[in-house]
């Protein structure tokens, strides 16, 4: 499933879209719960609940404003760095090259602030160049987790996973490279777009 968050005349919805991405559907909730986005509603089938019954009204999504399909996130954003083998080597070329770019070493791991998370069209507000003059960006993968749990092996690691959907990392290179924690650099307002959607891990073959 395809699931989206929206607003449609002023008021944000969480709609299921269908499988060509042109119509969204409203879950028929709370605007409590459609304030979180699809949160509340991942955590509902996630403690065994049931999906929302889906209004039958069917808009264009190019009729809707797509937000983030979390845009109230409960916590900072978990990343990894150096997270593939061709990424890693690419390091000994970067501004990183004093970075471990040994393969079998252990990734980096670095935050991004819920605060810093916008719809995937909305506007990046650029920090100014009296903050930062070299700022970067970066599509990533970003992969939902439904299950909690911890020192899971990783042949059980897929059944924690819900979903996915994709983040545009955007980064003050220079401010991340002033610290010794990456965190400032990559947390300005608007820095993390999410979306356009959400996809449920049964969508997926990989």
């Known amino acids: 499933m395809r699931i989206a968050t929206y607003r449609h005349n002023n008021t944000r919805h969480v709609g299921r ?4 991405g042109l119509h969204v559907q409203a879950f028929e909730v709370s605007a409590d719960i459609a304030h979180h986005g699809a949160l509340r509603l991942l955590e509902t089938v996630v403690a065994g609940g049931q999906w929302p019954t889906v209004s039958t009204q069917q808009l264009a999504v190019s009729d ?12 900072n954003i978990w990343c990894v760095g150096r997270n593939y083998h061709e990424h890693a080597k690419e390091l000994s070329t970067s501004v990183f090259k004093d970075s ?3 393969t079998q070493a252990w990734p980096i791991v670095f935050t991004k602030v819920p605060e810093c998370v916008v719809g995937p069209f909305d506007a990046v507000h650029l920090p100014g160049a009296q903050v930062s003059e070299q700022i970067d960006y970066e599509a990533e993968l970003a992969v939902i987790i439904g299950k909690g749990g911890k020192n899971i092996v990783a042949a059980d690691a897929m ?6 959907t994709i983040v545009n990392d955007v980064t003050a290179r220079d401010v991340q490279m002033r610290h010794q924690q990456w965190d400032m650099g990559k947390s300005f307002d608007t820095f993390c777009p999410m979306g356009p959607w959400m996809v449920t891990a049964d969508e997926l073959d990989g």
Do not use: I, K, W
């Open 64 to 75: 809707v404003h797509l937000e983030a399909p979390m845009p109230v996130p409960r916590r």
């Open 17 to 20: 879209v269908s499988s060509d």
């Open 100 to 102: 471990n770019t040994n």
């Open 159 to 164: 059944q924690h996973v819900f979903g996915y």
